[in-house]
């Protein structure tokens, strides 16, 4: 028998094995109990998570690319109305992820969030479909009462599609980051990598919807082409629910908003309170997860509501969320820069399109459609992500000893410059179009206009990924849904301010008769000074991210 010493130094070897089991960033498992690592997360979990993120981009985009041919072929809509509908829709689907995101840190957990609001998408779209297969259900009815019919029931499907997305999308992004623990040296670099994988599979669903969901459209009918993406959403909603047992859940802290509104109102009554010196007498739970230490001043009136009852959070809040705030507030500026981003990535689909329908679009014996070319930029995207992941982050890692190659800040602020490169880019293209139709010269080909298409890819790598991987690493623990809900809520508000920047700027340019720069006959404007312009606001957008960026504190990614 074994002496009591010899137990105990057995006991002590083997301790460190047993903690190490578990992770570090207190997930659970799906029992609730301390997740294993060797059984729960990582790539393993992940795998399924791609899988439906790749289901749900090859649905959603099958219905969004050619949803105003149906609205103008099937619904006999205006192309005025059609495009307003579609552009409300769109906008719909970037907005509710901010509510998803709300139910899904404050009550119900990512993991559920997504199966409910998988369910209602998956719904909606069969919705969806229902409404082409109308008139053949209902042979009956005149044109007019079958087509507002089926008006009603495709647009209370697209709605419940927008509000199913909303508890999907945000989650998606940051379930997927939450198998990974960040105290872990080696999943920490596996999480920066996740973030690049997810923009390759999101990219390469909406290549094939492009091509393939379109193609099924036009050759057999809406009713299957509607049907097919709420069978292949299906399809994702079972590989989320399947690999439940290998997943990591992050426990819910309570609503975020509510935490911040908190702090907010107990501000503004403290306004005129000087902190103390000793740091001590901050308020803080001894139970709080968080290491953040802040600003949370305990007055004589929080000591007497205390010695009755519990202190009011309206009046006192703890340490932690004075810091979530302050985290919060200083991660705006960037977002707003980043805002900007999607200002000129939206022209891919605006004025790029315009000029490319200006121009020659023939390539040898063949057509090319102005607007498919955002197949370069998809292709693109899709190409580098790989070469970055595996080739360029581990050499720059070796070189800057950063797990992630370079930081957030850095790989954002080069998809900035890459957009200001585009817009150049863009410029130069038309003026060599207008030249050539000022002398007689014959038509400038289309693919002059693949460089700034693929410098919009580049862009895309950079600040898009880099932006998911920032918004998630540098939230609260409590706000990391909602952040990456913020990081979509970004593409939204590029679009919104580039419908501003293109109205305003043909308001300005058009007057007294003028054709302005962006005329109907591009040939009679100067759409190269709307590149030009945008090019400059966006160098003067970089210049404004760098020194927000040089500013910015970064806390320890979680």
Request: proline share 4%; with cysteine.
């Amino acid at each position: 028998m074994a002496s009591s010493e010899q137990q105990e130094h057995a006991v002590a070897l083997l301790q460190p094995k047993v903690e190490e089991a578990y992770t570090t960033d207190g997930s659970l498992d799906i029992d609730g109990n301390p997740a294993l690592k060797h059984r729960t997360g990582g790539w393993r979990a992940c795998r399924s998570i791609l899988a439906t993120e790749f289901c749900y981009c090859l649905a959603y985009y099958g219905i969004m690319y050619n949803l105003v041919t149906y609205l103008t072929t099937v619904l006999h809509q205006s192309n005025v109305a059609a495009a307003k509908n579609v552009s409300t829709w769109q906008a719909t689907c970037f907005l509710t992820p901010l509510a998803g995101a709300v139910v899904a840190d404050s009550y119900w957990g990512r993991h559920r969030t997504m199966v409910v609001g998988c369910c209602v998408a998956v719904a909606g779209m069969l919705m969806a479909s229902l409404s082409a297969l109308l008139p053949q259900l209902i042979e009956s009815s005149s044109t007019l009462s079958m087509a507002s019919a089926q008006e009603i029931v495709l647009f209370l499907g697209l709605y419940m599609i927008a509000f199913g997305l909303g508890g999907l999308r945000p989650c998606l992004i940051s379930f997927g980051a939450d198998q990974f623990d960040a105290g872990d040296p080696s999943e920490l670099i596996s999480k920066g990598s996740y973030f690049n994988w997810y923009i390759f599979t999101m990219n390469c669903g909406s290549v094939i919807s492009t091509s393939g969901m379109v193609w099924v459209q036009d050759h057999y009918g809406w009713a299957l082409g509607l049907a097919i993406p709420a069978m292949i959403l299906a399809v994702g909603l079972s590989c989320l629910v399947a690999a439940s047992r290998a997943y990591r859940f992050q426990t819910t802290r309570g609503s975020p908003l509510t935490r911040v509104c908190q702090v907010v109102v107990a501000a503004v009554c403290k306004f005129n309170v000087a902190p103390p010196d000793d740091v001590s007498l901050l308020y803080e739970l001894p139970d709080d997860a968080s290491s953040m230490k802040g600003a949370a001043v305990v007055t004589a009136s929080d000591e007497e509501a205390a010695g009755a009852a519990l202190r009011n959070p309206w009046r006192l809040c703890v340490v932690t969320q004075v810091e979530e705030l302050k985290i919060f507030v200083r991660m705006l500026p960037l977002w707003a820069c980043i805002t900007f981003f999607y200002t000129g990535t939206a022209q891919v689909n605006s004025t790029f399109v315009e000029q490319g329908m200006a121009m020659d679009a023939r390539v040898g014996s063949l057509r090319v459609p102005p607007a498919s070319l955002l197949t370069f930029q998809m292709l693109t995207t899709i190409t580098l992500i790989p070469l970055y992941d595996r080739a360029f982050v581990p050499a720059v890692r070796r070189l800057t000893g950063r797990e992630k190659g370079i930081s957030e800040l850095m790989r954002i602020g080069g998809g900035l410059a890459m957009v200001v490169l585009a817009m150049a880019a863009a410029a130069l293209v038309e003026t060599k179009r207008v030249r050539a139709w000022q002398t007689a010269m014959e038509k400038t080909s289309i693919m002059w206009q693949v460089p700034q298409f693929v410098l919009v890819g580049v862009g895309e790598l950079l600040t898009s990924i880099g932006q998911l991987d920032f918004f998630y690493s540098q939230a609260p623990p409590a706000m990391k849904t909602v952040c990456a809900a913020l990081a979509l809520g970004a593409i939204a508000a590029g679009d919104y301010l580039s419908s501003i920047i293109v109205t305003a700027v043909s308001w300005a340019t058009a007057t007294g008769g003028r054709p302005g720069w962006i005329p109907d006959d591009l040939n009679e404007g100067h759409l190269d000074r709307f590149f030009w312009m945008m090019a400059g606001l966006g160098c003067l957008n970089l210049a404004a991210f760098m020194s927000c960026a040089m500013k910015y504190k970064t806390r320890k990614a979680c």
